[in-house]
């Protein structure tokens, strides 16, 4: 990259692309978008139109075949992560993509060594963990507030599905309608997970979980006609970590509560924390502290360097939020050296979780970890 920016090739045109990445990449002057594709090719054409990307395709290959490409973003239906992300990293892309890369955690390895062997970059869209006052939070588990952390609760409340004649996208409409499926766990569990893991700073060891359907008629996108949908749209797992810690994960499509709903707690044996990622009154984010002799939690300000340029917690999570992790990913591929985080190292190590959970519910006990590989 002789002139030092970051060119970029988008998957995928639709809601999530033109929310929050195509404005991401906008914000940072070390990267261009110049390419953007799409089977929908009209919803490709509109959204190079509205941030003036010079290149539109209907087939993704047309973008690996670039040479003017350095990064492909992977932002397209969960079933297609795994195959385009291989295929990105196979034509010597760096690759950014929407979770899951895959669904069986294993697949994700394969990818991330895919990745190493050819010095590429990769980020997984954890989006929550690139929140400032995540950022925030994790500098002050790192600088010690909390000492030791004992106990981890995160939670995500998610009200877009309590109404069944609201579309839903995160399903197989083709599923065995007698066996319950994996949605909301992998959905919205992979980011609170993704957040135990680095706030507790360790693995988890063993996990446990029970998965429910509380709403079985719902209308599917893919059909555009109420079916049986047994889905788990909602679930709860506890976890013990390899250096002592509990936690506790809640995850559903039906808790009342304004989307995202992440909160993220930490208990040690100094102090605690309180993370709520949840757009209420005009705010997205709050951070909140208590130690041993001041127990009544108090709110913290997040400090501006946190924040991307012209950033402040009264901006759309979709923006703030992505603006960093574009940042980051950027600023880790213009760096040259080893530094990645969020990486498909990460992306596989909470998939291994979600694999681990499920299969726990199916068999109705604890599932040590890490699982076979």
């Not at 981890?152 to 409340?157: P, T």
Request: charge should be negative.
């Amino acid at each position: 990259m002789t002139d030092r920016r970051v060119r970029v090739g988008v998957l995928g045109a639709g809601a999530w692309a033109r929310h929050a990445h195509l404005p991401g990449y906008r914000r940072d002057p070390r990267c261009e978008v110049v390419a953007i594709a799409d089977p929908q090719v009209d919803l490709a054409h509109q959204a190079a139109r509205d941030f003036g990307i010079p290149f539109v395709a209907a087939d993704p290959r047309r973008l690996f075949e670039r040479k003017d490409i350095d990064l492909i973003d992977v932002c397209t239906p969960s079933q297609t992560h795994f195959e385009l992300a291989w295929a990105a990293l196979d034509a010597g892309k760096h690759v950014l993509c929407e979770k899951p890369v895959a669904y069986d955690f294993r697949d994700t390895l394969r990818a991330r060594d895919l990745a190493l062997g050819k010095g590429l970059k990769t980020k997984v869209g954890l989006t929550f963990r690139y929140s400032p006052a995540i950022r925030y939070m994790h500098e002050l588990v790192a600088d010690g507030f909390i000492g030791t952390p004992f106990i981890f609760n995160g939670y995500e409340q998610n009200s877009q599905w309590l109404d069944p004649s609201v579309p839903l996208r995160q399903v197989d409409p083709d599923a065995d309608p007698s066996v319950i499926q994996v949605s909301s766990l992998e959905g919205y569990g992979a980011p609170i997970i993704d957040l135990a893991h680095l706030m507790v700073r360790s693995r988890l060891d063993r996990v446990v979980g029970t998965m429910r359907n509380f709403v079985p008629e719902r209308m599917v996108r893919a059909t555009g006609r109420m079916m049986r949908m047994n889905i788990d749209d909602g679930d709860i797992f506890v976890g013990e970590f390899q250096n002592g810690a509990l936690c506790s994960i809640q995850t559903s499509f039906v808790t009342v509560g304004n989307y995202p709903g992440i909160e993220a707690r930490i208990y040690g044996s100094r102090g605690a924390l309180i993370c709520r990622l949840v757009e209420e009154s005009g705010v997205c984010e709050t951070l909140t502290a208590a130690t041993p002799d001041e127990v009544e939690f108090r709110p913290l300000d997040v400090p501006q360097r946190f924040y991307p340029s012209g950033g402040s917690a009264r901006e759309s999570w979709r923006t703030l939020f992505y603006a960093n992790l574009i940042a980051s990913f950027i600023g880790e591929i213009l760096s040259g050296d080893d530094s990645n985080e969020g990486d498909f190292g990460d992306g596989a190590r909470v998939q291994e979780v979600i694999n681990a959970v499920e299969q726990s519910f199916r068999d109705e006990r604890w599932i040590a970890l890490p699982l076979t590989r």
